[in-house]
């Protein structure tokens, strides 16, 4: 495979950009590497005594310590394009540091499997995490991913930023402290790179063979954390969305505050770059006529709104006086608190007082302080303060038109699968799309039956929107079969549902107390146009299954079709009028009241519009109430054995009991502690849940 990233990188040397990092080089090898073991300096109480390198011998050189494993992780977009082409650059820049670094990349896209192909066990793949529905990565999924990982370091770095050798110098060296620590670095933003790899992968080539170093400001980071014992900071990380700012920043001074590990900041011995001359993409692929903009405002919207839900807890600002850098002078490293002027040169037993510039300091101490001095004015991390980023909008409005979401969530049927939910359900909904994605369902969309929910779901990554003609009111505990809020809320999925079939999709409407085992879309878009396919509510298990009011409105499939829309439309008619829920006026219109229009067994004939209802076989689509199912010790061994594809968490009253009994089931996908969707590799613990 051939990259021409030189047609690329081979603009214009870039004259000053060469300078500024042989100049630092040049400051750099001013010092002596001798090292004082002397120190007289007073100082404040708070300070740490030492930062205390393992294996007690700080004397030794860090190239002979044992080498650690470094994993780095990324969520690249798909490879294609210049954005294809920079990516790729920057895994190779990774790969070629050290035989002892191996990367992960977050993606479930097809270019990307493909791309990791071309290396071997060297590059692998997890798409086994959170994505929204525009398939851009939740950060807090990747994090839990990488944590569960547990690589000697690890890293996670933007998908375009290169990195040079001293990355891994400086790794190496921090590896040997003997505190847990959080590293991270600033990435600079140049406009143009003048160089390329060369073809091993092995070091960076100008137009005259020299090597580089770079330096200056942005606002992209890498964090790195060695795999130990203390958690990275207090509290749960709230769902970002990856590259879309705030989550870096959110870890850093959750970390600095916590205080439970050493921070250290290496923007000044890490050299990372990326280009910044290209408009920021998408995750997205663009195939549907949705503009770019729409979709990306979507996003937007959720991380405004993210800091605005989270604000009064999250976006505290750091403590910067827990902050240690590491500088390189004289060719050795060192940690510096510029709060308090504090330097910890390698091997010296008491930190150095830079406030101090009196005549006591050797000249070795004046030097290491006149470098720091020289350090210090390169920018760092505190000058890209969260604070001015954050700009919250406190109304919500709609980015995406129903008519978007359906042309970009439908399948190739033309089919949707519609959730409708209100906040009291927001943990049964989360478990409910977390179970539909990992059947590789995405044609659903939620229907939010008040603001809270609304909002939840697009922090989610749902796609969401408001249901037609939403109740007020709607109570958080009492909302259950046979409550008038129940009643109300029924008739909104009926009148939601004929909106969307009258936008010419059809539409499986699934109550999120309904747990999918397998996907019966193919299945139930078999019965063709005008029948209305629904789950049957009847719990006896001998006799007719079609007797009054055992329609089930919770799951039901309607096609798009004039004979399905004129039938629907009758029915919402007469819920309207009808002072009990939607269920009795499905059933009294198209079956009849008192079963009058019933035709055998298991089918009913509306007359007027020639609808047929078909109610489907419990043993593959079994109520609450059929066969005891939920009372089996193992019901997904109990339900499998019969072959059933979903199964109704219905008959039986109240939210908590409802949400109980599926937890403990182990019907449950969602993780409500960390705000995921469970993988395999996620060690979770529901008793917490009661
Ligand atoms: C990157 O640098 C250019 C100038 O070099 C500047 O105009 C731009 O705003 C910077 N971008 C970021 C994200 O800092
Ligand atoms: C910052 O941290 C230090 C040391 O942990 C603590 O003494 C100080 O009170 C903190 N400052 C603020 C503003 O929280
Ligand atoms: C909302 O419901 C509660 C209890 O169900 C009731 O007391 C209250 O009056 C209702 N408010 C409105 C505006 O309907
Ligand atoms: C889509 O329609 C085709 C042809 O009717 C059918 O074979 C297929 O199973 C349907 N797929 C889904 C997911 O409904
Ligand atoms: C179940 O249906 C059968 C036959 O229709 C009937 O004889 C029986 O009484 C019913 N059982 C219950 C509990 O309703
Ligand atoms: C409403 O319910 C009451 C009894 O619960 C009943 O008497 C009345 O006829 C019902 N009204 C309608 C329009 O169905
Ligand atoms: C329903 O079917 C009957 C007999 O097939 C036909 O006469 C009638 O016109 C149909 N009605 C509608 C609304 O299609
Ligand atoms: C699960 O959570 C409960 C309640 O917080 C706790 O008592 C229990 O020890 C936890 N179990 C595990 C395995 O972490």
Redesign the pocket.
């Given at each position: 495979m051939e990259y021409r990233y030189s047609l690329f990188f081979s603009n214009l040397y870039n004259n000053k950009v060469l300078q500024s990092g042989l100049w630092l080089v040049w400051i750099c090898g001013f010092f002596l590497i001798g090292i004082s073991f002397y120190s007289t300096q007073m100082l404040p109480n708070f300070v740490k005594e030492q930062i205390k390198i393992k294996k007690s011998d700080s004397s030794v050189s860090f190239d002979d310590v044992s080498y650690p494993k470094i994993t780095i992780f990324t969520a690249p977009r798909p490879f294609a394009g210049l954005i294809g082409e920079r990516q790729a650059l920057a895994v190779r820049s990774w790969l070629g540091l050290s035989k002892n670094i191996n990367v992960v990349l977050f993606s479930q896209h097809p270019t990307v499997f493909s791309f990791a192909d071309t290396f071997g066990s060297r590059v692998s793949i997890e798409p086994n995490i959170d994505f929204t529905f525009l398939g851009t990565p939740f950060f807090h999924s990747m994090v839990a991913r990488s944590l569960a990982l547990s690589s000697d370091v690890s890293v996670l770095i933007d998908p375009e930023t290169i990195l040079l050798s001293n990355f891994v110098s400086t790794l190496k060296y921090v590896h040997k402290l003997d505190d847990d620590w959080l590293l991270v670095a600033l990435s600079r933003n140049i406009s143009d790179f003048p160089f390329r790899l060369d073809s091993h992968g092995k070091s960076w080539l100008a137009n005259d063979g020299k090597h580089v170093g770079l330096q200056k400001c942005g606002d992209r980071m890498l964090i790195a954390w060695n795999n130990g014992e203390l958690p990275l900071h207090k509290g749960v990380l709230p769902p970002f969305l990856y590259g879309k700012g705030f989550h870096n920043h959110w870890i850093f001074s959750e970390a600095l505050n916590s205080d439970f590990r050493l921070v250290i900041d290496a923007s000044s011995t890490i050299s990372s770059f990326y280009l910044n001359d290209l408009e920021v993409e998408d995750y997205v692929s663009t195939s549907s006529t949705t503009s770019e903009f729409e979709k990306r405002s979507w996003e937007l919207i959720g991380n405004s709104l993210l800091g605005w839900l989270y604000g009064s807890f999250s976006f505290h600002e750091a403590n910067y006086s827990n902050l240690f850098k590491i500088f390189e002078c004289g060719g050795s490293y060192l940690f510096v608190n510029t709060e308090h002027n504090i330097a910890y040169p390698l091997g010296y037993k008491k930190p150095l007082n830079l406030r101090n510039k009196g005549i006591s300091l050797s000249s070795t101490d004046r030097e290491i302080g006149d470098c720091i001095d020289l350090m210090k004015s390169i920018e760092g991390i505190e000058r890209c303060s969260m604070k001015d980023q954050l700009r919250f909008s406190t109304s919500i409005s709609l980015p995406l038109s129903l008519e978007s979401l359906l042309s970009i969530l439908a399948?190739?049927?033309k089919?949707i699968v519609l959730g409708v939910a209100g906040y009291s359900y927001k943990d049964m909904l989360m478990s409910w799309a977390c179970r539909l994605r990992k059947l590789q369902v995405f044609n659903f969309l939620v229907c939010a039956l008040d603001d809270e929910i609304y909002e939840f779901s697009i922090l989610q990554g749902m796609p969401v929107i408001k249901c037609a003609y939403p109740p007020t009111n709607i109570s958080f505990d009492d909302c259950h079969f046979g409550t008038e809020c129940f009643k109300k809320v029924t008739k909104v999925k009926s009148r939601t549902v004929l909106q969307i079939l009258k936008l010419g999709y059809n539409v499986l409407l699934s109550d999120v107390d309904v747990y999918w085992f397998n996907?019966p879309?193919?299945?139930?878009?078999?019965f063709?146009p005008a029948v209305l396919v629904a789950q049957s509510d009847e719990y006896n298990i001998t006799g007719p299954i079609n007797v009054p009011r055992r329609l089930n409105s919770g799951f039901y499939y309607a096609h798009s079709d004039s004979i399905t829309i004129m039938a629907l439309e009758k029915v919402v008619k007469h819920a309207a009028i009808s002072n009990l829920s939607e269920q009795p006026s499905f059933y009294d219109t198209l079956c009849g009241e008192g079963g009058s229009q019933r035709l055998g067994d298991y089918r009913c004939l509306e007359p007027e519009t020639n609808l047929t209802v078909h109610f489907l076989n419990r043993d593959f689509f079994p109520n609450g109430a059929y066969k005891g199912l939920w009372d089996e010790k193992n019901i997904k061994k109990a339900c499998m054995d019969k072959g059933c594809l979903i199964i109704h968490n219905n008959w039986i009253s109240g939210r908590k009991k409802k949400l109980e009994r599926q937890v403990l089931s182990g019907l449950w996908e969602y993780d409500i502690d960390t705000r995921m969707c469970m993988q395999s590799w996620h060690k979770n613990n529901v008793t917490s849940y009661f």
């Open positions: 399948d190739q049927n089919t996907n879309l193919s299945y139930l878009n078999s063709g």
